[in-house]
């Protein structure tokens, strides 16, 4: 079936430098995404999301980019911090559909 | 303040009892989730509401059951044919299924002794 992938199950940067989470969706169909953040024992909190018919948005220290020629999607945290330690989450779907969670990947900040 | 309550946060449960899982959100969302997580896994959806007294399977429902009576209310009964229960539970909601984003409640520890 359908389903939403990671490259990276950990990532591990030093504080201060940029990270980079990568999502690999295979539903071309997909016109809606959105990251997560997880942090252990609680429940995902949304960070940002896009629609198919941008490329890139920004939020506050991160940046979401969707390339749907490779159906690759990616989070870009900035001036990464300790609180930034989490497990991050890409989900996916169509309009009709619900959404479709990846496996997660792991960031590690460390000083 | 508006959000999505779940309780109990912590549930032990011996093995042959039913136990239910309350959820509550006030952000007046039609559509409403339930995912199981396993340590170092990602979510996995049990069931889902779109709108009051209508609600379907999702991924792995066998061995759990809901109802949906109020807009505010989606609780989870996890029953004693759910073979293996012990996991993190959590709540989600959103204005509708489709392109909104899903926010979800703190969780719920459910733990079979």
């Known amino acids: 079936g359908e389903s939403v992938g990671l490259h990276l199950p950990t990532l591990s940067v030093q504080e201060g430098d940029n990270s980079i989470i990568n999502c690999a969706y295979s539903?071309?169909?997909?016109?809606?995404f959105i990251w997560y953040k997880q942090e252990s024992g609680k429940g995902p909190q949304f960070i940002i999301d896009?629609?198919?018919?941008?490329d890139k948005r920004q939020g506050q220290r991160v940046t979401v980019l969707l390339n749907k020629t490779v159906k690759h999607l990616s989070l870009q945290i900035a001036a990464t911090q300790p609180g930034d330690s989490a497990v991050y989450f890409c989900a996916e779907n169509q309009w009709t559909d619900k959404l479709i969670f990846g496996t997660g990947t792991r960031l590690q900040v460390f000083p | 303040d508006g959000g999505i309550t779940q309780s109990p946060k912590y549930l032990f449960r011996k093995e042959g009892q039913n136990v239910t899982l309350s959820c509550e959100q006030n952000l007046n969302h039609d559509a409403m989730y339930w995912y199981r997580q396993d340590p170092g896994q990602g979510l996995r959806l049990i069931y889902y509401s779109q709108i009051v007294n209508d609600f379907q399977k999702g991924d792995i429902a066998e061995g759990y059951s809901v109802s949906r009576e109020k807009k505010e209310s989606f609780p989870l009964t996890v029953t004693s044919a759910q073979k293996n229960p012990t996991a993190f539970y959590l709540c989600?909601?959103?204005?509708?299924?489709?392109?909104?984003?899903?926010?979800f409640g703190e969780g719920s520890w459910l733990t079979v002794v």
């Open positions: 539903n071309s169909a997909s016109d809606y």
């Open positions: 989600a909601s959103s204005t509708g299924l489709g392109g909104n984003t899903i926010y």
């Open positions: 896009i629609r198919s018919n941008m």
